[in-house]
């Protein structure tokens, strides 16, 4: 059986070394590949490349369009729009976002059970996805720190409408409020400089960018013994779910992350 990371670019995928780790493990002669699809070339894609492959791992900046092309869709998706996983059904597609509840469990692998308060910098699709993980922990207020309030508009209406109170603050604006949970969506420098600033009114901290590998933000949270999720823990917990709906196999996330930390020291 097949299956593939579809995106672009794609080169940089970690997501076929954790797959075929888990393949290893489970003892399955699956394999794995990626393909560069440009947005607007999915439907076409999926619909040339179906007997054979039983799912997709979709990445950016395919999410919203593996989402209207589904003839199903599970409860993440119809809420946001975006799916990250598409699973050959009898009429088409079925289409999951294993992104949520993958956060939702790096959190809890890392001791934070439970939230009130979030701060998030960033406000892309990856925030309201996040934002939605930590209302499953009970979180009830997010705060979107940004450089241009303007644009985090969209973000902060559909982190609304999951029940949030929302609120946006310029990026630049000194931290003052203490919060349970710190999370980056931004890439590593974004916060050069002002790392001890944020992390310093936080109770733990969630970086999902995993490349340069380690961020300031994780040195930072590290040195203050602050419980950390990473974007790797991220990457292996989403997968984990994505095998498990593509092989009706569990696999533990820890192969996923040394799969994923190997192929990054190997670049």
């Known amino acids: 059986m097949r299956c593939a990371v579809l995106g672009s670019p794609i080169a940089h995928s970690l997501s076929p070394a954790m ?13 794995y590949g990626a393909f560069d699809v440009q947005e607007g070339e999915l ?21 919203r369009e593996a989402a209207a092309l589904a003839a199903r869709r599970d409860a993440v998706v119809e809420a946001l729009g975006v799916a990250n996983t598409l699973v050959a059904v009898d009429g088409g597609w079925a289409a999951s976002n294993t992104d949520v509840p993958g956060a ?44 241009d309030t303007a644009r985090a508009a969209a973000t902060a209406s559909v982190i609304e409408s999951l029940g949030l109170a929302v609120s ?18 931004v890439p590593g420098d974004a916060l050069a400089g002002r790392e001890h600033a944020f992390i310093g009114s936080a109770a733990a901290v969630f970086d999902v960018v995993y490349d340069p590998w380690p961020t300031g933000l994780m040195r930072s949270a590290q040195a203050e013994g602050l419980p950390l999720a990473t974007g790797l823990d991220l990457l292996a917990h989403q997968a984990v779910l994505q095998v498990d709906l593509m092989t009706g196999r569990t696999v533990e996330p820890g192969v996923l992350v040394t799969a994923a930390m190997e192929a990054l020291a190997s670049r």
């Open 19 to 31: 797959h075929r780790a888990a393949y290893r493990v489970l003892g399955l002669d699956w394999s």
């Open 43 to 63: 439907t076409e894609f999926v619909s040339e490349h179906r007997d054979g492959w039983r799912g997709y791992s979709v990445t950016a900046p395919l999410k």
């Open 104 to 147: 939702a469990n790096a959190l809890r692998e890392v001791g934070v059970g439970s939230l009130a308060s979030v701060r998030i910098v960033g406000a892309g699709a990856t925030a309201a996805s996040v934002a939605l993980s930590c209302s499953r922990l009970g979180a009830r207020e997010v705060e979107l720190r940004v450089r």
């Open 168 to 185: 946006v603050v310029p990026l630049h604006v000194d931290v003052l409020e203490s919060v349970d949970l710190l999370v980056s969506t």
